[in-house]
């Protein structure tokens, strides 16, 4: 018997550079195999990042808003004052989506942080 491998998620690679103490933000849009438009507008999403994929809390989280105008992409925000909390030089993060009783995780990756200079 010839052995197979079965992958059940395989989540693309993203790093981020993050400059301390801005906000950001990026755009996810789910398409099928095909190239059609999958609706994600039901979905819960989770994106934390913490300093090692293995800590037990998160040093902060990203927000998640639905495109009002396309039901199959979702906004990702990091406001400054999250972005401010990443003091480190660097950390891990991924993005959940949330559906139904599944999850699948789309992208993790690296974030590589720039220390903030100038401060109110």
């Known amino acids: 018997v010839e052995m197979s491998e079965i992958t059940l998620s395989s989540p693309m690679k993203v790093d981020i550079n993050i400059y301390q103490g801005d906000s950001g933000s990026f755009k996810i849009t789910m398409t099928g195999p095909l190239g059609a438009p999958i609706d994600i507008s039901g979905a819960a999403w989770d994106g934390d990042i913490r300093v090692k994929a293995n800590d037990a809390s998160p040093v902060t989280s990203f927000d998640f808003v639905p495109d009002a105008g396309d039901t ?6 990091l406001s400054a004052a999250k972005s401010e909390l990443l003091v480190a030089k660097s950390y891990v993060y991924d993005i959940e989506m949330r559906e139904g009783g599944s999850v699948t ?11 903030d200079v100038s401060r109110p």
Request: charged letters at 10%.
């Open 72 to 77: 199959s992409s979702v906004d990702v925000f």
């Open 105 to 115: 995780t789309l992208i993790y990756g690296d974030i590589s942080v720039i220390q």
